[in-house]
């Protein structure tokens, strides 16, 4: 019997543990509420037209700007994840300017840290990028969420490997 209460136990655990690790970034009235199936490149085409749509997008964070009661961050638009959590790739559809109540530091929202933002998009943004006006689409932040830093091995791969006996060169000998 105490056998039987200890394994039902444990399977709650391990329910719960397994149900935390699906959570995403985003609150689920929101995701219910965005057009999960508007994608960045129909809308980098004529934000104007698909004004008042809710959105979730995630990217690389570029700039942050604050101003007196907002502030506004320029984000390198990625594919996400389905934990809406943006990928580590060289693909992108471009840019899109983001606006939130309040200050966010830009020295935790910093250059390169990866963001995903449910929005309303406002319009578009003109801004110069080198010598072209860049047209962004512009959202009106309604939840961010901000990624842990992705930190690096300090250690080579070969150190995670058991060590092999070698009775000739060896080049870290």
């Not at 965005?34 to 809710?54: I, Q, Y």
């Not at 300090?154 to 092999?164: I, Q, T």
Request: charged share 25%.
């Amino acid at each position: 019997m105490k056998t039987k209460c200890f394994l039902k136990g444990v399977l709650l655990i391990l329910i719960a543990i397994a149900l935390t690790g699906c959570a995403t970034a985003i609150s689920r009235d929101i995701r219910v509420e965005a057009d999960m199936d508007l994608r960045f490149a129909e809308v980098k085409k004529n934000p104007e037209a698909f004004k008042g749509e809710t959105v979730i997008w995630g990217g690389d964070i570029i700039e942050v700007t604050n101003f007196k009661e907002k502030t506004q961050i320029e984000v390198l638009q990625k594919p996400t994840a389905i934990n809406l959590k943006p990928r580590y790739t060289d693909e992108s559809y471009g840019r899109f300017m983001v606006m939130a109540d309040g200050y966010l530091d830009p020295a935790i929202y910093s250059t390169g840290r990866q963001v995903t933002v449910a929005g309303e998009i406002i319009g578009e943004k003109r801004r110069p990028l080198g010598e072209m006006e860049y047209v962004y689409p512009f959202l009106k932040a309604r939840e961010i969420h901000l990624w842990t830093e992705r930190r690096r091995d300090p250690y080579p791969y070969y150190y995670h490997y058991p060590v092999r006996l070698h009775w000739g060169y060896h080049p870290y000998w």
